[in-house]
């Protein structure tokens, strides 16, 4: 009888491991047999290279600036070498400088996030000046042909809203919504593209999971509830900006970052199920939910939520895809850190713990087309400080781009991350994502060699 239950058990995990196998497979292309010497694009394609205000203007007093300055339990700083923002690439005052760095890359459009912070310092209080000198960039940017993007949270709120329990608490997202709407009063007459919130998953798992971001808290159940609360408050703006004068003109999206997560050991059934829970909680929850309003996360032990909102189902005119790499992550038997990600010796890898995965952008296009509306891809990017993967990378996964759209896939546009380097948040100076390489002691921007790659794509001379 032993013998008998021994082999069906033998034969049900054989059976489960197959059908992973073939129903997720880890897709994987023959670079050597790929041209990506000849990369084409239509003609309508958008251009564009991309911010965000905290890490590259600086000088900011909010929950980010307030991190910085301190460190976790165990007396580690919170930022790589206890490094802070200060005025980062100190865009704030060389914007005009950087408008001629966007032209000189050939895009057509710029994304970038007004500061909460320094627009509204107190709950009373809007800073007119610090709305005009975005109008004053908004214009010289139009002026130089060049369509603002602009995204209204980018990790990002000022210290007064982060003591109210910011995104912790339902109630708190009507506070964001005034200030969304706010700026969308100043600036919808001349922005037509409207980001509402960058990476709503990453806020939750790297403020409430890992710790790695502010309010650096470890509780599975509560990063659940913010993740929860950071959709809905993308669906509240986007109806209420609906709602207002040239609500109906502009084209408002969520910025949502994919990453694949997948077994290290294909044959290891605990590899399987952990890779499906991470995908379940950072990928499928909100995916889902703006497909059919329903969120939920069920994973038994660290978090469990169920909640309905019928207008999550036509809340995007597009969605905003940032894409990077994939993980494999190892099983490990511990509550507080139930895995491992783990580097196989073939990956090429870049500056940040990722690895140079071409195929998963097109995977990631592929997945999230699901929600039937146009996808812009608005971030993607290497950190490369010795610029020796930047030009491959770009290719490869440009190369991905347009394999989608050939192959039908709705994909309108491309954002480099990013224009230039800047504050990495955990990581601080150190990742060099920028096309332009940035000299933090004097501010001397410089056009990396291996960002012509992305010059020559634009203008369709590879």
């Known amino acids: 009888m032993i013998l008998k239950i021994s082999f069906y058990a033998i034969v049900l995990y054989l059976s489960v491991i197959v059908y992973c196998h073939l129903q997720y497979p880890e897709l994987r292309w023959n670079w050597e047999n790929i041209s990506t010497d000849k990369i084409l694009f239509p003609s309508t394609f958008i251009w564009g290279t991309a911010t965000a205000a905290h890490q590259v203007e600086g000088n900011c007093v909010n929950n980010w600036s307030e991190f910085e300055k301190g460190s976790k339990d165990d007396g580690q700083p919170n930022i790589k070498d206890n490094q802070q923002s200060g005025i980062a690439s100190d865009h704030w005052n060389r914007y005009p400088e950087d408008i001629k760095l966007i032209k000189e890359l050939g895009v057509s459009h710029y994304r970038f996030s007004v500061e909460w912070s320094k627009i509204q310092p107190a709950q009373d209080t809007f800073n ?42 339902e109630e708190n997202i009507s506070i964001f919504i005034s ?34 971001f502010p309010p650096g808290k470890k509780d599975s159940q509560l990063s659940a509830e913010v993740l929860k609360n950071l959709l ?47 995908n379940h909680f950072f990928n499928d929850s909100a995916i889902d939910y703006l497909r059919t309003g329903i969120f939920k996360i069920r994973i038994p032990g660290l978090a469990w939520i169920y909640h309905e909102n019928p207008n999550a189902t036509n809340s995007m005119d597009y969605f905003g895809l940032n894409y990077y790499s994939h993980n494999h992550l190892k099983f490990q038997l511990s509550l507080k850190e139930p895995f491992t990600m783990e580097f196989r010796d073939e990956d090429t890898m870049t500056d940040m713990p990722y690895t140079i995965y071409g195929e998963g952008l097109y995977r990631a296009i592929e997945s999230v087309s699901a929600l039937d509306v146009p996808i812009m891809i608005t971030e993607n990017g290497i950190a490369d400080a010795e610029d020796s993967r930047r ?3 770009i290719k490869r996964y440009l190369y991905a781009v347009s394999k989608a759209i050939k192959d039908g896939y709705d994909v309108i546009g491309y954002f480099y991350w990013s224009l230039m380097d800047n504050f990495e948040w955990a990581f601080g100076d150190d990742m060099k994502f920028g096309l332009f390489s940035v000299d933090f002691e004097t501010q001397e921007r410089s056009l990396r060699d291996g960002s012509k790659a992305y010059i020559q794509i634009v203008k369709n001379e590879n």
């Open 128 to 169: 007119q000046d610090a709305l005009d000198h975005y109008s004053r960039m908004i214009d010289m940017l139009l002026e130089n042909n060049i369509t603002p993007v602009l995204t209204l949270h980018h990790f990002t709120h000022p210290l007064w809203f982060d003591k109210l329990g910011a995104f912790e608490k």
């Open 391 to 393: 030009e491959l990378y």
């Open 232 to 278: 809905d408050a993308h669906v509240q703006v986007y109806h209420s900006l609906k709602k207002m004068e040239n609500g109906p003109k502009v084209k408002i999206g969520l910025v949502k970052n994919i990453n694949q997560f997948e077994p290290w050991r294909r044959w290891h059934i605990l590899d399987w199920i952990i890779s499906k829970a991470v």
């Open 179 to 212: 200030f969304c709407e706010k700026v969308f009063h100043e600036y919808s007459h001349k922005v037509e593209y409207w980001c509402t919130i960058n990476e709503p998953a990453v806020v939750a798992t790297q403020g409430y999971f890992s710790g790695m």
